[in-house]
């Protein structure tokens, strides 16, 4: 063996690497972190708390320390700053219903092999489908996720001090986006169009945050309905361009475009390749994630967005890091 031989660690994590999202999906879903966080430090005392087996618990917990995400200390455990702050429930950054449900998801990662040689869904087509109920366990999950993005935007627009705006959020999801924003401008309104149960999602979620009064709902489907023209300041799409291919993403484009005010705001959000597509690392693997789910979708490129924007009629274009996603705003 010479001294330039490679190792099979690193393939090897990757392998393994499953079992992260399993014993992080299965410590979410036990609620391990909240009951570390409130002082069960042991594993008998976490089987008591969360009424799940000792050997379970010490498994789990082992599991944990191997991943980085809790430290042993004296034989007590404690969640590390990381798990504290993103896996303890109802915490305002927590991820935690995200991990189980990407431990449900796992399963569906079989079919990879059948949809890459096919070239998309196989049996289990999902962005497509009207209404579709996978997206109310989703939406929740994932709203955590766009709070950095919502709150750069903001900042890009600088939206606290707009005055009386108006803006139309296009599959807004969990409405997180309308909550920050309305909440950093109390003369700002906003409208969210998505399917009618995930309406229902997000105006609860406004009512929490006290700003449902300045909030909308449009029920449908955003390849449908009219947007309106020349109504709104600004107009987002977050997360909703990777589950469309390139004609249909210049064709809303288009339409976002006409439904703006003169000087008004298209706000993009999503996971963007870069040109030479050498990265980042995790808009280059959400790919695969399109594959499975989407019948034309895909992480797309910086260069694909601009030109779909300027096909769309838009003139000024920039883009803004939110990692893991990017911020294109275009005017
Ligand atoms: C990945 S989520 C993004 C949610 C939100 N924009 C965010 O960034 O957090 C996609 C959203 O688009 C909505 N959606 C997908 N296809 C749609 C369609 N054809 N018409 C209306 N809404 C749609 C889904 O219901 C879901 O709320």
């Not at 393994?16 to 009951?35: K, Q």
Request: aromatic residues 6%; charged residues 20%; glycine residues 10%.
């Amino acid at each position: 063996m010479t001294d330039n031989q490679p190792t099979p660690d690193g393939v090897l994590r990757l392998i393994n690497g499953y079992w992260a999202t399993g014993v992080l999906g299965a410590a979410a879903a036990h609620s391990l972190f909240t009951h570390l966080e409130n002082g069960a430090d042991t594993a008998a005392r976490l089987a008591a708390r969360a009424r799940i087996s000792e050997r379970g618990a010490q498994a789990l917990l082992d599991g944990l320390v191997g991943v980085g995400l809790v430290e042993l200390s004296e034989g007590r455990y404690r969640n590390t700053p990381e798990a504290s702050t993103y896996l303890v429930d109802g915490r305002p950054a927590s991820l935690s219903s995200f991990a189980q449900l990407k431990l449900r998801h796992m399963g569906a990662l079989t079919g990879l092999p059948d949809v890459v040689r096919a070239g998309g869904p196989v049996t289990d087509p999902t962005t497509e489908v009207a209404d579709n109920p996978h997206w109310e366990e989703v939406v929740p999950a994932i709203a955590a996720q766009s709070v950095p993005a919502a709150t750069v935007a903001a900042e890009v627009l600088q939206l606290a001090g707009a005055g009386e705006i108006s803006v139309l959020d296009v599959g807004g999801g969990s409405g997180i986006y309308s909550a920050i924003w309305l909440q950093t401008n109390p003369a700002a309104r906003a409208t969210q169009l998505d399917w009618e149960p995930i309406n229902a999602i997000a105006r609860r979620l406004l009512t929490e945050r006290g700003v449902a009064d300045r909030f909308t709902t449009i029920d449908g489907d955003l390849h449908t309905t009219d947007f309106g023209a020349a109504r709104y300041d600004v107009a987002l799409y977050s997360h909703i361009a990777h589950q469309e291919g390139p004609e249909q993403n210049i064709e809303v484009f288009t339409r976002l475009r006409d439904c703006l005010k003169p000087g008004g705001a298209l706000v993009v959000c999503d996971y963007v390749v870069d040109d030479d597509r050498r990265g980042p690392a995790f808009p280059l693997i959400f790919a695969s994630e399109m594959l499975l789910k989407s019948q034309q979708g895909s992480t797309w490129r910086q260069s694909e967005y601009r030109d779909w924007l300027v096909k769309a009629g838009f003139e000024e274009i920039s883009f803004h890091a939110a990692p893991p996603a990017t911020l294109v705003v275009a005017r």
